[in-house]
């Protein structure tokens, strides 16, 4: 999974600067794969798999830095942002196989950048203020 998270989302790297970070388990079961892209003030976290977290995937922006400390810690979810510009967009529940898995999460990917999120991998989290 994490594979497929690294080539689907690696223009975060190339066109936006973020710092890929290791894949590490998460969830109740540790059976979720997560990966972070950071930058200084933000950073963005995509997961997928796993059967313990109600979902098959998704992503979570997330300010960070010092000025942030003073606010406390904000978690911005994109199926929130998605769900109020694209009322049609299905989120995955699961994945009943690879191929499938590699469908969701190329639509996520492409969702993110190409379509509904430029503003938030950018670091402008005023859609999630209203």
């Known amino acids: 999974m994490a594979g497929l998270i690294s080539e689907s989302f690696s223009y975060l790297v190339t066109e936006f600067g973020y710092e890929e970070t290791e894949a590490r388990g998460t969830g109740w ?48 979810d994109f199926r929130a942002l998605i769900s109020a510009r694209d009322p049609n967009f299905t989120h995955p529940r699961y994945a009943e196989s690879v191929e499938t898995a590699k469908r969701h999460i190329r ?24």
């Open 29 to 76: 079961h540790n059976t979720t794969t997560l990966k972070e892209y950071v930058l200084p003030d933000r950073k963005i976290g995509i997961w997928a798999g796993g059967f313990d977290n109600g979902s098959f995937c998704g992503i979570f922006f997330q300010q960070t830095g010092p000025s942030v400390a003073d606010r406390g810690c904000r978690v911005y």
């Open 107 to 130: 639509n996520y990917a492409k969702a993110l950048i190409r379509v509904f999120a430029e503003d938030a991998i950018l670091g402008d989290y005023s859609f999630f203020e209203r």
